[in-house]
């Protein structure tokens, strides 16, 4: 998979390089149910058409630009992490552009012409609520009509789980209350996050998320070995393990989240 930084500077070199393609669009944080949907319905369309499949993201998260930094997004997976899991699910190439104020200022036709239609795509794909251009005045039933009947649009229809819309905004919900056993419906897996142990502090690598501050059965792993402990996450925040980490896992390594001791389980532990 080819991983493409898109920017204003940039913009035209990458146009005159593109071939016609099927693309995925949204910003993807965390590759939730929903967001493997839209990728898979994507996957299916390339296949389809005989051409490759692309995503495109923006970063950084478009809700921060518009408020002028006032909203500060919590990240639920770097875009090294995010990189890795769409070349599992067999995309091709996957732009990811840099969002600020002056594309966050082009109108629905603009987007659609500039990073639409000028790098080849045929076929878009994206969830049923995905809006773009000035003010997100674009969406999903105009799109078509936007490229002037040359791109081909699916809309996929709402993946829900519990009664609600699977979004990285209910998994960071269900993270900042510590409710962290749900997220493998989600999610189709345990939140992780990376971390690096220097034999003394445990420090959250970038663009990670933590639960509430509580006491956690996880496993910590790397790519050799795995055990299961306890994780205790303090304000800062902070992360505390009581039980010794054997050294051979010590560097880089992955904290899995699998649940919450509740108050009671901590008396009768204690």
């Not at 490759?52 to 006032?70: D, R, W």
């Not at 105009?142 to 209910?170: F, P, Y």
């Not at 996880?218 to 925040?237: A, D, F, M, Y």
Request: glycine residues 6%; hydrophobic residues 35%.
């Amino acid at each position: 998979m080819k991983t493409i930084y898109l920017n204003r500077e940039n913009l035209a070199d990458w146009q005159k390089k593109a071939t016609p393609n099927v693309m995925a669009l949204g910003c993807f944080d965390g590759l939730h149910h929903g967001h493997c949907t839209v990728i898979k319905t994507a996957l299916q369309k390339a296949s389809e058409k005989l051409v490759p499949l692309a995503v495109m993201s923006f970063f950084p998260h478009p809700k921060t630009v518009i408020s002028n930094g006032k909203k500060q997004i919590q990240y639920l997976m770097p875009l090294a992490e995010k990189e890795e899991r769409l070349r599992e699910l067999g995309v091709d190439t996957f732009y990811i552009v840099e969002f600020d104020k002056p594309f966050a200022a082009l109108s629905p036709e603009q987007f659609v012409a500039k990073y639409l239609v000028d790098f080849g795509v045929v076929h878009a794909v994206a969830g049923f609520d995905f809006s773009y251009g000035c003010r997100g005045a674009g969406h999903m039933d105009r799109l078509q009509e936007d490229s002037d009947g040359r791109i081909e649009v699916t809309k996929v229809a709402k993946v829900e789980c519990r009664g609600e819309k699977i979004s990285s905004t209910c998994i960071r919900e269900r993270l900042l209350t510590g409710n962290v056993e749900e997220l493998p419906e989600f999610l189709g897996q345990p939140y992780e996050v990376k971390c690096d142990w220097d034999g003394i502090l445990l420090r959250l690598q970038p663009y990670y998320t933590l639960p509430a501050q509580g006491r956690y059965f996880v496993s910590l792993k790397n790519e050799h070995s795995s055990i299961k402990t306890e994780i205790i996450v303090t304000e800062g925040p902070s992360l505390h393990c009581e039980k010794e980490i054997p050294l051979f896992l010590k560097g880089s390594l992955s904290i899995v989240w699998h649940r919450r001791i509740r108050e009671e389980e901590k008396r009768l532990i204690s």
